[in-house]
Nanobody, 130 residues
Framework: QVQMVESGGGLVQAGGSLRLSCTAS????????LGWFRQAPGKEREFVAV????????????DYSDSVKGRFTISRDNAKNTVYLQMHSLKPEDTAVYYC???????????????????WGQGTQVTVAS
């Protein structure tokens, strides 16, 4: 049974930082690309960041939505089965529930599509106060 468990969310002032973690179990972690999505109240779930699976390529590839590029960094630690999202310069509009997800597909062009992800965490709330 695959489980993905996020942690690290909370309340932070605008301009502050948070690091989200997501630890997976029940899967071969390196065989999966990993993404972060978020959903604000009344809005659809949106792509935030992705990092490629590490079994097929030695080079690390990442991608970010335009709204977080330059402020957020995604990384993975295969030894710990954990993916991270380091968030800096947080803004009130970053307030949302953040979800981690795993995808086995190697197709990089679908990396931002939620429907291309196989497993999801339960989400962690991030609230940025102005």
């Amino acid at each position: 049974q695959v489980q993905m468990v996020e942690s690290g969310g909370g309340l932070v002032q605008a301009g502050g930082s948070l690091r989200l973690s997501c630890t997976a179990s029940g899967l071969t972690f390196s065989y999966y690309g990993l993404g972060w999505f978020r959903q604000a109240p009344g809005k659809e779930r949106e792509f935030v960041a992705v990092i490629n699976r590490s079994d097929l390529w030695t080079a690390i590839s990442t991608d970010y939505s335009d709204s977080v590029k330059g402020r957020f960094t995604i990384s993975r630690d295969n030894a710990k089965n954990t993916v991270y999202l380091q968030m800096h310069s947080l803004k009130p509009e970053d307030t949302a529930v953040y979800y981690c997800a795993a995808r086995s597909s190697p197709n990089w062009y679908r990396r931002a599509e939620a429907r291309d992800y196989d497993y999801w965490g339960q989400g962690t709330q991030v609230t940025v106060a102005s």
